[in-house]
């Protein structure tokens, strides 16, 4: 249990180890996430503008 322990302690560096990979997380995350949301906004807008198209 003390190795565990001090795999998490990280040598006395775990808030600077562990706010990296968290930092890391979050931009990976985002590199997945807000292009598929400015997809969806794109593909709504061009959906409207091709009605507005369409109309008289």
Do not use: C, I, K, T
Not at 6 to 27: C, P, T
């Amino acid at each position: 249990m003390d190795a565990l322990r001090e795999f998490f302690h990280m040598g006395g560096y775990a808030f600077y180890v562990w706010s990296a990979y968290g930092v890391a997380l979050v931009v990976l995350v985002a590199n997945v996430v807000v292009p598929m949301m400015r997809a969806r906004d794109l593909r709504a807008r061009l959906a409207r503008q091709a009605r507005l198209e369409r109309s008289p």
